[in-house]
């Protein structure tokens, strides 16, 4: 694994003039166009080291984005993580305690326990459970293309299919069983049930945190959703060659971190293949995990292994 610094192309800026929004919600945004249409949340900073969705929100707040139909809703999730940023550790501020993007049931918004992840999930849960369309804008560690995330409905796949060929974000994970490591955002609610009505809910991961071209993207993959829905006239057709053919894979397994000797057989940055049964990585006493078919194409694996966080993805390309 690469844990060399970083490069820092974008920096956070200060958000406090976004803090008091007008939905009694801090940090969230609404806009009613007064015309009948979809009400489509944009969410940026679920984690709070992903900067692009921060340059995202803030250009569609900053340049009078406002909606001809329907409602927009901008919220920015996660700014006491991203406040904690540091830049001689970008990445240590993720989240603070628990993962925000991974708490979205009944269990844990009703539950017990406290943390500032929990507290602002509570916070937004009528925000997200009143969007009708939902754009998560997330980033990765690793420099790799950018890539939409989604539970296996066509409703999702067929807008993502739609705006993917713009040229944007043309790679898919798919995820038939949901993410297997807790309850994302966009699994909230009715955007977790197949019966959950037309609602869709994708996300969007934009490329690797700090650069530029990762704002870029989130930016225009932002104004795309829009568009898609008919909140705003198309974007300009981008200066750039036709896209490139759109490419899906399945999620067959999310490994998790169980020791402290968590090892990959070999450097990975994502979307290296493995042949049936080949190691992928070792983890001390609790094993090996090894590719379970050909082709198996791994996905965001850690940069540095923490105990009980996300190790890898493992998926299968899917045909079509």
């Known amino acids: 694994m690469d844990l060399s610094p970083p490069a820092l192309e974008v920096l956070p ?15 969230v945004h609404r806009f009613d166009s007064g015309r009948p249409g979809p009400h489509v949340l944009i969410n940026a900073l679920t984690h709070g080291n992903e900067i692009c969705g921060m340059v995202a929100a803030t250009h569609l707040l900053d340049s009078g984005v406002r909606p001809k139909i329907g409602t927009l809703t901008v919220s920015f999730a996660h700014v006491e993580a991203y406040e904690a940023f540091r830049a001689d550790e970008p990445f240590a501020n993720r989240q603070l305690v628990h993962n925000l993007n991974r708490i979205w049931s009944d269990e844990w918004l009703d539950g017990l326990e406290h943390s500032p992840e929990l507290r602002r999930a509570r916070e937004l849960r009528p925000v997200v459970a009143a969007a009708d369309h939902i754009l998560d804008i997330h980033s990765t560690s690793q420099a790799v293309q950018p890539f939409w995330v989604y539970p296996a409905f066509e409703r999702n796949a067929r807008a993502a299919l739609a705006i993917g060929a713009r040229g944007q974000v043309t790679v898919h994970l798919v995820m038939p069983q949901g993410l297997g490591s807790g309850t994302p955002l966009i699994q909230h609610g009715r955007h977790g049930r197949a019966d959950g009505g037309a609602g869709v809910a994708l996300v969007a991961e934009c ?28 974007p300009s057709p981008p200066a750039r060659p036709p896209a490139a053919p759109q490419r899906r894979f399945e999620l067959l397994q999310t490994c998790m971190v169980r020791t402290p000797a968590f090892r990959f057989a070999r450097p990975l940055r994502g979307f290296e293949t493995f042949a049936r049964g080949e190691l992928i990585a070792t983890d001390g006493e609790a094993g090996e995990i090894r590719a379970p078919c050909d082709g198996c194409t791994v996905l965001m694996p850690t940069r540095q292994p923490i105990v009980g966080r996300e190790a890898v993805y493992l998926s299968r390309p899917l045909a079509g």
């Open 13 to 27: 800026r200060d958000l406090s003039a976004y803090r008091a929004g007008n939905t009694g919600v801090p940090y």
């Open 207 to 234: 490329g690797q945190h700090f650069l530029r071209a990762s704002a870029d993207t989130a930016t225009a993959v932002a104004l795309d959703f829009l568009a898609h829905f008919g909140l705003i006239e198309p």
